[in-house]
């Protein structure tokens, strides 16, 4: 049984391999085709077209694509796939700058980042906020000296 299943082919010696032609099939999909990656949600969305809420953590076939975008030196990738209920398709892809993900089309995030993460501040800007923070250490000072 094993023999019938096995991988390995004899060829003869008078076989040319440039000759040999494969299966148009597997050919044409092998040439435009994304690779398949399977990936769980990595956050809890919901389809904006049947308005179907996908939780974190359920398991997709998706799409991968390498964008030619780049945040400093780290690629980003972006990830397509359907929704299992209308089978709409749904487009996120990696935010490298803010660690996260960011949905591009088809989906919406159920919730924000509650605390997003801040541009460096300017030295005029640092000394604005150093001082109103010195005027409210004053004023709880004088508040409890009352």
Do not use: H, W
């Not at 010696?13 to 044409?28: A, E």
Request: hydrophobic share 25%.
């Amino acid at each position: 049984m094993s023999e019938r299943k096995s991988i390995n082919r004899y060829y003869p010696p008078n076989v040319d391999p440039t000759k040999v032609k494969f299966s148009s099939k597997t050919s044409n999909k092998t040439k435009n085709a994304k690779p398949s990656v399977r990936l769980m949600a990595p956050f809890s969305m919901k389809c904006l077209n049947c308005k179907e809420y996908i939780a974190a953590s359920r398991k997709f076939n998706t799409r991968k694509e390498t964008t030619d975008r780049d945040y400093l030196g780290v690629k980003i990738i972006r990830f397509s796939l359907r929704c299992p209920r209308c089978y709409a398709e749904m487009i996120f892809e990696t935010d490298p700058k803010n660690g996260d993900y960011q949905c591009v089309s088809g989906c919406k995030k159920n919730y924000e980042r509650s605390a997003p993460i801040k541009e460096k501040e300017s030295i005029d800007e640092m000394i604005v906020r150093l001082e109103k923070e010195v005027k409210e250490d004053e004023r709880m000072k004088e508040l409890e000296r009352k």
